[in-house]
């Protein structure tokens, strides 16, 4: 099975900046649709962005133009920067994998679609 390993959480002004990273082992990230979430504190998990195994690009309402997600296939890593983050933004995020279709965007599919990382903790402060 395949592992996620998230990094790059931490503590983030309002309207500052944060990179997040996901490496993934056991196997390579081209063989999945990647995707990442955050969970906040007595709320649903809910997707931020996705990308297919050619890189084609899905977003969650109100995250294009402040999220950008990526990955680099020769490391293995999928990324996610954040730009403008809010208070809201507070919350566990986290790296997931979807192996069945790859080619396919899989914003939307059911969360148990997806191998999942541990999670990292974003903090947002005013």
């Known amino acids: 099975q395949v592992q996620l390993v998230e990094s790059g959480g931490g503590s983030v002004h309002t309207g500052g900046s944060l990179r997040l990273s996901c490496t993934i082992s056991k196997y390579t990230i081209s063989n999945y649709c990647m995707g990442w979430f955050r969970q906040a504190p007595g709320k649903e998990r809910e997707a931020l962005a996705t990308?297919?195994?050619?890189?084609?690009?899905t977003y969650g309402e109100g995250k294009k133009g402040r999220f950008t997600i990526s990955k680099d296939n020769a490391n293995n890593t999928l990324y996610l920067h954040m730009n403008s983050v809010k208070p809201e933004g507070t919350a566990m995020y986290y790296c997931?994998?979807?192996?069945?279709?790859?080619?396919?965007?899989?914003?939307?599919?059911?969360?148990?679609?997806?191998?999942w990382g541990q999670g990292t903790q974003v903090t947002v402060s005013s």
């Open positions: 997931a994998a979807e192996p069945l279709r790859p080619e396919v965007s899989c914003f939307g599919l059911s969360l148990r679609s997806f191998y």
């Open positions: 990308i297919t195994s050619d890189g084609r690009t």
